[in-house]
């Protein structure tokens, strides 16, 4: 935590003062930081499977439940801060797919249009659901690594511990 903490100081700076920190630096540190909370997120779902017997199906199923939430909201921020070289490299460069080819950079559109981060959410969400990208396809080594990593930490989840804590429940 108190590396976190940390980590997340230029942020703190940034948003509570007028001061303009170098992006490289909030860039260098988010992703430090996402990569530390990636690897808490795993050690958290090993160390369930760990005490899958000595958990009961209510505490299983709810940290199973929250787990999974965070591996949705860790990877669309992996995926947020990834895409194009990150928010502000994607907004600069324009409408072009980069890292994730989604539906709207289709070849022949002629769109504006540009991914939020809600896009992000939904592509996150929907990796951890299917176990695969739906809509949105990846299209570097990094997204695919990322998408591959998100969905192994998912089938854990669904696999392991849902399902341990709905066989004790019944």
């Known amino acids: 935590l108190v590396v976190e903490a940390a980590l997340t100081l230029p942020f703190l700076v940034t948003l509570t ?69 990150g928010p502000l490299k994607r907004h600069l460069a324009g409408p072009q797919a980069t890292d994730f080819l989604f539906p709207q950079y289709a070849p022949g559109s002629n769109s504006s249009w540009m991914p939020h981060f809600l896009d992000y959410v939904f592509l996150a969400f929907t990796s951890a659901t299917a176990l695969s990208p739906a809509d949105t396809q990846p299209l570097t080594k990094k997204a695919k690594t990322l998408m591959m990593i998100q969905s192994v930490l998912s089938l854990a989840i669904i696999i392991f511990l849902a399902a341990r804590a709905v066989n004790i429940l019944q």
């Open 17 to 85: 003062t007028q001061r303009k920190l170098p992006q490289g630096l909030l860039r260098t540190s988010a992703l430090i930081l996402l990569g530390i909370i990636t690897l808490a997120l795993a050690i958290g779902i090993g160390g369930l499977i760990v005490n899958l017997q000595k958990e009961k199906g209510n505490f299983l199923l709810r940290s199973a439940g929250i787990l999974w939430f965070l591996n949705i909201l860790v990877f669309a921020l992996w995926y947020f801060e990834i895409d194009g070289g």
